[in-house]
């Protein structure tokens, strides 16, 4: 007999899904709802389905869960990606920094947009708490050439 965490999806779970993720939204959710989360975003047929779930994922804030949202960036439908790639943004992890650079190819232009505009959220973030060092501004200067007369 398989485990409730390894059951395929289901209607029924689906349905369990779509009632629970307003939980999810105003609680912290626990090491055995983020598991259940991840084996949805991993397993389930309905893209419906997967993209909830990777939105539930980004909410949690674990950064546990950047692997299972990295690894849904090359999920066949690009509602699902684009999902994952704002919910990367959302947790800042500088681990997804590679997966996230590699979307910014992908054949959907809204899930390459979303990845480079996450990629930029978590170089912020980074800079914020003073683990990248920053970007050095460019600096321009300009010449005259010619004369200069007094007006």
Not at 34 to 61: I, S, W, Y
Request: aromatic content about 4%; some cysteine.
């Amino acid at each position: 007999m398989r485990s409730t965490l390894q059951r395929p999806c289901t209607a029924r779970r689906a349905t369990w899904l779509w009632l629970s993720l307003a939980v999810f939204a105003a609680s912290s959710a626990s090491a055995r709802d983020n598991m259940v989360l991840e084996n949805l975003l991993r397993d389930c047929r309905d893209h419906r389905v997967r993209v909830r779930a990777a939105e539930a994922l980004g909410r949690t804030q674990s950064p546990a869960a950047s692997g299972a949202l990295a690894a849904a960036l090359v999920d066949k439908h690009p509602a699902v990606r684009l999902a994952a790639a704002t919910a990367l943004g959302q947790l800042g992890a500088a681990d997804a920094l590679p997966a996230l650079r590699a979307s910014t190819r992908d054949p959907s232009p809204a899930v390459a947009k979303r990845a480079r505009a996450s990629i930029a959220q978590i170089e912020f973030y980074q800079q914020r708490r003073g683990l990248a060092p920053a970007t050095p501004r460019p600096v321009r200067y300009g010449v005259y050439v010619g004369e200069l007369r007094d007006r």
